[in-house]
Nanobody, 122 residues
Framework: QVQLVESGGGLVQAGGSLTLSCAASGRTFNRYYMGWFRQAPGKEREFVALISGNANTFYADSVKGRFTISRDNAKNTVYLQMNSLKAEDTAVYYC????????????????WGQGTQVTVSS
């Protein structure tokens, strides 16, 4: 079992920056793929970014060049640095983990956090 706890959400002006953190329980964190997903009001949850245990990354086109996912295996933590934020980035951001899928498909992700709200004012 892996428990995930997100933090760092909040209200920010368009063009600003915010960093989300996700702390994971367990002693095999480095073996997990870690990802960020988001759900905007009235929309389905969508993929944002993912990172492998050895730090290979992949991003949704909508955030590429603006967001950076990273991880600190010693701290069991994954981060999402968000720059040049837009109003359309407003959403609840979820951290997720899985052992075997370098994938954007949500049903393949085994563990999910409770989410943290990010609101970008225009």
């Amino acid at each position: 079992q892996v428990q995930l706890v997100e933090s760092g959400g909040g209200l920010v002006q368009a063009g600003g920056s915010l960093t989300l953190s996700c702390a994971a329980s367990g002693r095999t964190f480095n073996r997990y793929y870690m990802g960020w997903f988001r759900q905007a009001p009235g929309k389905e949850r969508e993929f944002v970014a993912l990172i492998s245990g050895n730090a290979n990354t992949f991003y949704a086109d909508s955030v590429k060049g603006r967001f950076t996912i990273s991880r600190d295996n010693a701290k069991n933590t994954v981060y999402l640095q968000m720059n040049s934020l837009k109003a359309e980035d407003t959403a609840v951001y979820y951290c997720a983990a899985n052992r075997g899928a370098y994938s954007t498909v949500q049903r393949l992700w085994d563990y999910w956090g409770q989410g943290t709200q990010v609101t970008v004012s225009s």
